[in-house]
């Protein structure tokens, strides 16, 4: 089978800018000029040949000096109109003189043609012969109409000519005394005005409203050819009857033809790579002969740009029998959209550093596919690796360590990196425990071994915790979660008993469960006695370090234990269910404190918004929305005051209420973020489909970022996917001046973190705000 070929990064060529009114009408006048130039040769021709025959006509009546002196001056004239006609045709005149200047040779010609022709209607009054006279009058009648219908492009030079032709005769038969030609006098008076003033006026008038449609149809067009090419969105018409597919600009752009419109339909499907032509062909007949009204799906083609994504969607108008009569085929070119996506992919679901499967992936394995046994592993004393000899070695030991894995393991079971010195293994087909011991005790011989980097000799050992489904002295449970659970239980077991060694789970192994549920007791207890307080962290803009709000942070001072981590007592609470109800007490406090300090500031100052933490538990197990509406209301809090931040794991997890749950958010006027972006538990694919506004780049990849190149280049394209996408991005654990100076640098707007303030109480807070307005108030030197 053939190589597919890269996506192309080749655009479409830019379509040609639409002429402004003024551009429009000078081309349109340049049209005309050229017009009556290209008219003059035939008309003058025509004049002369006139002319010499009415000179032939009048000689037996007229005086023949006179006649002779008119019939030489209107051929001389007429020669040089045609000299001046051919310089400008051919003799690179158009070139050398403007417009406005031919236009003024035009109206000059006009005023010798109407002076010559005007002269022979002087001849009516001294010829007596009636046929004569009739001659002469027919002969000035026809050279006006001739004129009108052969050099009237030019605006103003008819009716010109008209009264100078005319106006000599009509004086004639005006003065004449003789009631008939009195009469006739008057009558060539109408016939001018209807002819060479009236007639021409409507025509010019038809021709300019015929251009005026023209040239709005043509813009129309331009411009709905330029929205397609902005939108990368071509369309095609197939008609059945005719045969033929009729092709918009930007259609045949995408496809590479140079007709708009092809007559086989095999030349449209053949831009189809071979491998989908068959799918999507059978797709559109399974369509037609269903009956259905519109079809969708995406495919590849291999087109003028190379080869390209494209999202068809077909539309099918039927006959009263039920035959197609017409399809009408838009393309939209989504080779980006999908590069980003196959790019968001390989972040979400594999881990940077080492290749593997990251906690994303690994989560999605746990809960699409069979799983017998789950495996944790983590390195014992590697913190010491990462403390002594940095993190750049501490990066190439996990790599080795992760190499060694997969040299332990089949191809079907599943290696990830959950996260730092952490990994897990699936086993997804049957093994029994005497398979599971001798699997464990090879990856603790094997990831114990020593490792050569840099001319340094490292020693690190594997604990294993392993938890079973079926197996005797194991978990029969089927819940993909708790194996996970108590895999992890297993590997605090092993790594409390001595480290470098496996611990299968088993129903006595329980130390831990009753911490947890002392820790559980103790959690119910600080929430009934107010033992928790909300402090807040300072968000700022890294342009000015203007405080532009607060991550709200809860903190627990337990009277025996002292200050308990929130990485203690968290999971714990969410496990619990106490998340809720603690979560909800968080949100009420943070929409207090951001009602006060929105009321207290300044008129005209941007407001604080405040980021609150949401647990899974509050989206799919209770009524959030009823909650935040009730916090909101309660406090006086505006929504938009108000941002929640939700965690990734929600994204991948849910189970069909979150998406829904954060439309409602969103519609109430909150702002959505994902926190901890870009830890491993990354849903990226997902971001498009939810509403999210905000992404919070993880305090654990600011450590390294102007020192380690691969943590500053995670760092740069997780801020250039943001962006991309159009989100807000937010820097959390910013502590160096050289960090927030690289995160402005890349365009990261949003950061918090121990440089611009830790998390304080409330009154704390709000002495900074007093402090930094008065900072802002006081008048510099």
Known sequence: MTRTPEPSTAAPPESRPLRSDAEDAAEWSSRLLLSHYQHTPQAVISGMALSALIAWVLWGTAPHARLVQWLAGVETMMALRLLVAHYFLYGGGRARWSMRQWCAVAHAQTVLSGVSWGTLGLFYAVIDDHAARTALLMTLMGTCAGSAALIGSIRGTLPVFGVLAMGPLIGVLLTRGDLTQVYMGAALVYYVYLVMVKGPSRI???????????????RLVARLEDAERVGQMGHLIWNEAARCS????????????DS?????????????????????????????????????????ILGPFGLRDLRVVQRFDYDPTGHATRTMTTTQDITELKATQRELHTLAFQD???????????????????????????????????????????????VMMAQRLGTC???????????????????????????????????????????????HDIFVSASVGIAVRGCDGSSTTTDPDTLMQQADTALFAAKAGGRSRHQFHSEDLSQRTRDRVTLEAD??????ERQFSVHFQPKVALADGRIVGAEALLRWHHPERGPVSPDVFIPVAEDSGLIVAIGAWVLRDACAAAADWNRARAPGDPPLRIAVNLSPRQFLNHDLIGTVTAALARTGCRAEWIELEITERLLLDERGQAGETLDGLRAMGLTLAIDDFGTGHSAL??????????????????????????QAGVVRAIISMGHSLQLDLVAEGVETEEQACFLREQGCALAQGWLFGRPMPRHDFTALLLARAAVELTPTA
Not at 377 to 391: C, E
């Open 204 to 218: 010019s008038g038809a021709m300019a409203e015929q251009h005026a449609n023209r040239r709005d149809r043509d």
């Open 246 to 257: 009729t092709l918009s600009a930007e259609a045949q752009r995408q496809l590479g033809f």
């Open 260 to 300: 708009p419109t092809v007559d086989d339909a095999r030349l449209l499907w053949g831009r189809v790579i071979e491998e989908d032509r068959s799918r999507v062909i059978q797709l559109s007949a399974q369509a037609l002969a269903r009956g259905d009204r519109e079809l969708r799906f995406d495919t590849r």
């Open 352 to 398: 940077v550093l080492t290749g593997l499967v990251n906690r994303a992936g690994f989560t999605q394995r746990l809960h699409d596919r069979p799983v017998q046994a789950v495996l944790m592993l983590d390195l014992d004393h590697f913190k010491y690796v990462n403390d002594t000899l940095g993190h750049a070695t501490g990066d190439r030991l996990l």
């Open 409 to 455: 393991l089949r191809s079907q079971d599943t290696i990830a990196r959950l996260g730092g010195d952490e990994f897990a293994v699936l086993i997804h087909d049957a093994a029994d425990h005497g398979q599971l011991d001798r699997i464990a005790r090879r990856l603790v011989e094997a990831l114990s071994a020593p490792c050569r980097i840099d001319d």
């Open 523 to 528: 959690l119910r207890r600080g929430l009934s």
């Open 685 to 710: 694919s997902y971001l498009t489909k939810y509403p999210i506004s905000t992404l919070k780049i993880d305090k654990s990849f600011m450590r390294d970022i102007t020192t380690r190149s691969d």
